[in-house]
């Protein structure tokens, strides 16, 4: 099996902790699941954690969540409560649900009210992970208070208590991660690169659900035997650049790369971002911690719309795009209102933009989504990235 | 500011023309309510037109109120633009900029003047560029990043988390549940705020003037928590119903600790004592008492009215006046703290195991026969419950109806097929006796 097929694999069964546990083994770790990239994972893997990420299934119905849920809730939570009330992660042993995302944070709610209906699936321990939406002084203190506290809370859960050794190594696994992942990323901003932005999105989910030295050690061996000999990406293609509402599937850049073209880089939580911001190891590390997740690039939902504007901004052009395509899942009520700026920013910069407005999270239309970004693309004229590259280099 | 006796009503600006029916109103405090409401506003925009400072934003009312300083909620304004029929016009300027029409709510209709500002059909002349944008108990900070960059005004942003690991049974009757660490968070962002507006404004803050508000505000509080009980509690016909409640919005959500509200509650508390004492009744012949769980529709009031003759069914309120019990707080020695404390409750519960707890608890002590809930909530906090707190009605053997309405865009709504269902729910309820 390839080191590509078997990421693959892991992110196929990743409704199933068990079929993980065989396929990667956790070691006999207990597994404690998240919902988003603000979850500290440090503190998860240095208390003997085995953390990992819980997502929606797009394949499936969402008929035993509805009759729980408003009508405006978003399809990425409806999606992921489907999964869970139907016990798919039934197996988990804790799940922490970190604050933010308003939709995403109502969970905890949902769970606990839910709990009242049904004794079963058994959710195991759920921890409520708090996490405020600015960078003043306050709410980073306050999110280290809260880490602490979660720190604390796992302790006990394990009977072990974490020290700072076993943190540092930790952040030092988790930063070798986003290492790893930032040179997958570095290839896909390469002229022809030889890692498509699905996979470059397959292997980014599958880092949040494996173990991570086994992760790392799998990616190293990907970048040095698999990646030079893969076929290169034909330099005609578009390169295209994701924007907006997370994704935690990878079906986008499925109906984006047949048509074809590539999908060089995303400024999305789920892709290319997930490798930024490491922990700094000189530190003390929870104070590193709350730095990272504190500081690290404005979700949708947090204070920031400059800081976001620009990242995003840079990212684009540093990936040479030669288009932006912005997708917006239908009652993702955090993401949109920077996209004004957003497009206004790259079309100065020479990159046009095209809008996905109010999609729903299984892309059951995909042929009208192909249909849509094919014509786009099919209006781009000229040589492709050529200003870019050179903005890019200097 | 304050005074608001000595302005003529005659002054004040014509109510708005609702696209929907207009309520009934049967309490003399709720014109009273009216007319206070009009002429606070028409003296507010009058003073902010020479020059007074304003805040557009949001957040705890008591200590804007306290520092002399006007509040404008965008929620309020866009509201207001939505029932002058000009949701289309302004959003419209919204959707030329490129943003996505599915975004559009009232807290940020008010971008649209910001992005076509025009005085001569904006209401109340438009809006001048404010003192300070300050966004508090937000849902999405970006709204207010652009309202203080449209209007190049200074912004303070507050967060403010309010989830915590369990809510105790019967939590609205208890003070002390909620989680010190994040309660301290909260109020040293408000003290954040105080120094923001006391730089930007000139206005002092004053620790025992806010006090002062406070005390009132409690009063205040307490009158309310009163009458509800007097009105929906009481063995006899209720003495008013939502559309009295609703009336009575205006000074509950914004004009808290003002000497002229508390005077005026005090009047609503006898008004309403005396008509419970006489047995008097909103509807001769309540036979049905609805629960409306949901935010109101602000565009036709006049829908609660709908069955009173017909079937003998009101509808009463759980999201307002309801709230007073819970909003008291006799320690105002730290008074950032008790103004943080009494506001933040959020309108159906803290949690959505606590909000069914709630309103089963609200049905039984209201004698509800059924209880009305918004399919699609406003906001994303309510709207995550409404769904349990059905479930948790039907277990009591509450009957609990979901309709699928937009509270703030009346375009969409379609009156006959909303009263259809209300209709039916009503004959059910009828039917199942």
């Known amino acids: 099996m390839t080191v590509l097929s078997l990421f693959r694999q892991v992110v196929e069964n990743r409704f199933d902790p068990d079929a993980l546990d065989s396929l990667v083994s956790f070691g006999g770790r207990p597994v404690i699941g998240f919902l988003d990239t603000g979850f500290p994972e440090e503190l998860a893997i240095a208390a003997g954690f085995q953390p990992m990420l819980l997502t929606g299934d797009p394949r499936s119905g969402t008929g035993t969540a509805d009759p729980y849920l408003d009508l405006s809730a978003p399809d990425r939570v409806r999606h992921l409560i489907e999964a869970m009330v139907t016990g798919r992660y039934d197996s988990v042993d804790v799940l922490c649900v970190t604050g933010g995302d308003r939709w995403l944070a109502n969970t905890h709610g949902f769970l606990e009210a839910y709990r009242q209906i049904s004794a079963t699936p058994d959710f195991g321990d759920v921890y409520y992970l708090e996490r405020v939406r600015g960078t003043y002084r306050e709410h980073r203190d306050y999110n280290l208070h809260l880490q602490r506290e979660f720190r604390s809370y796992l302790q006990d859960r394990s009977g072990a208590a974490i020290d700072d050794d076993a943190l540092a190594a930790a952040i030092t696994l988790t930063n070798e991660t986003r290492s790893l992942l930032r040179a997958v990323s570095a290839l896909r901003k390469q002229d022809a690169p030889r890692i498509s932005g699905t996979d470059a999105h397959t292997i980014t989910v599958a880092s949040m659900l494996m173990p991570k030295p086994d992760f790392n050690d799998a990616l190293r061996q990907f970048l040095a035997s698999e990646v030079p000999t893969a076929a290169a990406q034909s330099p005609g293609l578009k390169r295209v650049f994701l924007s907006g509402s997370s994704l935690d599937h990878g079906r986008l850049h499925e109906i984006v790369e047949a048509l074809p073209a590539v999908v060089v880089g995303e400024d999305t939580e789920f892709g290319d971002r ?35 504007v620009g990242f995003r901004t840079d990212a684009a052009v540093a990936a040479r795009a030669d288009c932006e395509v912005f997708l917006h899942l239908a009652n993702d009520t955090s993401v949109g209102w920077d996209f004004p700026d957003q497009r206004r920013a790259l079309q100065e910069r020479g990159i046009p933009v095209l809008a996905l407005a109010d999609q729903d999270y299984a892309f059951a239309d995909a042929q009208a989504i192909s249909e849509k970004v094919a014509e786009f693309l099919s209006r781009l004229h000229g040589e492709h990235n050529t200003m870019r590259k050179a903005e890019a280099e200097a | 500011m304050t005074g608001l006796q000595s302005v003529p009503l005659a002054e004040a600006k014509a109510a708005p023309a609702w696209k929907g029916a207009r309520s009934k109103k049967r309490l003399a405090s709720s014109a009273e309510a009216t007319a206070l409401n009009r002429a606070y506003t028409a003296r507010m925009w009058q003073d902010i037109a020479n020059g007074e400072s304003f805040v557009f934003g949001y957040g705890p009312m008591e200590l804007f109120n306290a520092m002399d300083l006007y509040l404008v909620l965008p929620v309020q304004y866009g509201s207001v633009m939505a029932a002058k029929q000009l949701f289309e016009h302004y959003q419209g300027a919204i959707d030329d900029r490129g943003y996505f029409r599915s975004l559009a709510n009232y807290e940020s209709l008010p971008l649209g003047y910001c992005f076509n500002p025009d005085p001569e059909t904006a209401p109340y002349g438009g809006l001048p560029k404010p003192s300070a944008i300050v966004g508090g108990y937000m849902t999405e900070p970006a709204i207010y990043e652009l309202y203080a960059r449209e209007f190049g005004s200074p912004i303070y942003l507050m967060d403010d988390p309010h989830r915590q690991a369990s809510v105790p049974p019967r939590w609205w009757e208890g003070r002390d549940w909620r989680n010190e660490d994040m309660i301290n968070f909260n109020v040293r962002e408000f003290e954040g705020c105080v120094r923001f507006l006391e730089s930007v404004t000139g206005k002092p803050y004053s620790e025992t003037r806010l006090r002062e508000y406070l005390r ?87 829908f609660y009215n709908a069955w009173e003759e017909s079937h003998g069914a009101i509808f009463v309120e759980t999201m307002y006046l309801p709230r007073a019990q819970r909003m008291m707080q006799p320690d105002r020695s730290n008074a950032l703290r008790a103004a943080y404390l009494r506001r933040h409750m959020k309108y159906t519960g803290p949690s959505p195991k606590s909000a069914a707890e709630l309103v089963v608890a609200q049905s039984r002590d209201y004698r509800i026969d059924g209880v009305v809930l918004p399919a699609r909530g406003a906001t994303r906090e309510s709207s995550a419950s409404s769904r349990f707190m059905a479930e948790a009605l039907r277990r009591e053997g509450i009957p609990a109806l979901f309709l699928d309405y937009s509270p703030f865009d009346n375009a969409a709504w379609d009156e006959e097929a909303m009263r259809a269902q209300v209709t039916e729910f009503i004959e059910q309820i009828e039917g199942s006796r």
């Open chain 2, 216 to 302: 009132r505000a409690d009063e205040m509080a307490e009158y309310y928590w009163k009458i509800t009980d007097l009105a929906y509690k009481s063995a006899g016909p209720a003495p008013f119903t939502a559309s009295e409640a609703y009336t009575e919005v205006g000074i509950f959500e914004t004009h808290f600790g003002h000497e002229w509200a508390l005077d005026h509650v005090k009047g609503m508390y006898r008004e309403v004592k005396d008509k419970v004492e006489n047995r008097e009744a909103a509807v001769e012949g309540e036979r049905i008492r609805l629960l409306w769980g949901g935010t109101p529709l602000w565009f036709n009031l006049g």
């Open chain 1, 274 to 308: 997930y490798a930024q911001a490491p922990v700094d190891p000189s530190i003390d590390p929870m104070e590193a911690i709350a730095d990272r997740y504190t500081f690290k690039f404005p979700e949708p939902w947090a204070f920031g719309v400059k800081r976001r």
